[in-house]
């Protein structure tokens, strides 16, 4: 069982920066850090992964620490479209996806 | 690029009925995963394919669901007889190979009244 922390939920102002944070203290140096949202209604989305380095992409920023048992997601600016359950996953060498249950993040105008 | 495609998107039945969900994985995707998400909870992995073989089934309770992907493109997931703790969220992702990002559809709903 692939175990991660994570707050139930968070709450960001519109055009802010947002930082998701993750725990996952047992981590195997094999493990890749996946995130994934999912917006109402819909299937989860992929959103970044990493192993030691950070990571950009168009969507978001992944800040990894450096003795790997935490991570955190950055948003940029926020927008209400951002609003989604957000799963932080440790991927095992069986490359299997184990969610947890996610931070809701609400985003208010 | 069409996604993942399933259907129906919702679904009621009686317990004890049975029932079948049906995806269409992005074309060349190798590897295919059914995964069941009760409300208010994270999916959770119940079958992974890799073409049409399976990786791994341990969380499948195969008393009463079952998966196949027969010629390793389409697959059906099936549970027979359905139970009332059943209802939830049947969601279907695909991946072109083991260990890249998955895609999503955006699921069947089931309810078991």
């Known amino acids: 069982d692939a175990k991660t922390t994570q707050p139930n939920s968070m709450e960001s102002n519109e055009e802010e920066p947002v930082h998701l944070p993750c725990n996952h203290s047992t981590i195997s140096g094999t493990d890749y850090i996946h995130w994934y949202r999912q917006l109402p209604s819909q299937g989860p989305e992929y959103v970044i992964h990493?192993?030691?380095s950070n990571v950009n992409n168009r969507m978001a920023s992944l800040a990894i620490a450096e003795d790997r048992k935490s991570s955190t997601l950055i948003l940029h600016r926020a927008t209400l479209r951002d609003a989604a359950v957000y799963y932080c996953?440790?991927?095992?060498?069986?490359?299997?996806?184990?969610f947890g249950g996610g931070t809701r993040l609400m985003v208010k105008p | 690029e069409a996604g993942v495609a399933q259907s129906p998107r919702y679904k009621i039945i009686e317990k004890r009925q049975s029932v079948a969900f049906w995806c269409n994985p992005i074309?060349?995707?190798?590897?295919l995963y059914w995964y069941q998400q009760i409300l208010g909870q994270g999916p959770k992995l119940l079958i992974q394919f890799q073409n049409n073989g399976v990786v791994d089934d341990s969380q499948l309770p195969k008393d009463r669901f079952s998966a196949e992907r027969l010629k390793g493109v389409d697959s059906t997931l099936k549970i027979q007889p359905a139970k009332l703790e059943d209802s939830a969220v049947y969601l279907c992702a695909s991946s072109l190979a083991r260990g890249l990002e998955l895609f999503f559809g955006s699921g069947t709903q089931l309810s078991v009244l």
């Open positions: 074309s060349g995707h190798a590897t």
């Open positions: 996953i440790r991927r095992n060498a069986g490359n299997m996806l184990t």
């Open positions: 990493g192993l030691t």
